[in-house]
């Protein structure tokens, strides 16, 4: 059975990297493990504050 791709999931921020004045990396560990593709995108919600669209970079195979 398949999940859900639009089913929300819980993460944790675990870094967040300061690139420059205007720049951040933020490092998220979410709750399980999700595939993803090159261009993909994640909407990231912040309740209360709003959310916004987010490119992973980093290989989905990397579990640390």
Known sequence: ?????Y???SAEIVE????SPTIKS???AP???????TG???ELT??????AP?????SPAVTE
């Open 1 to 5: 059975m398949r999940r859900n791709l």
């Open 7 to 9: 089913q929300p999931m």
């Open 16 to 19: 967040i990297i300061d690139e």
């Open 26 to 28: 933020f490092v998220v």
């Open 31 to 37: 709750e399980r493990a999700f595939p993803f593709d």
């Open 40 to 42: 993909q995108f994640v």
């Open 46 to 51: 912040l309740p209360g504050e709003g959310e």
């Open 54 to 58: 987010f490119t992973p970079s980093s």
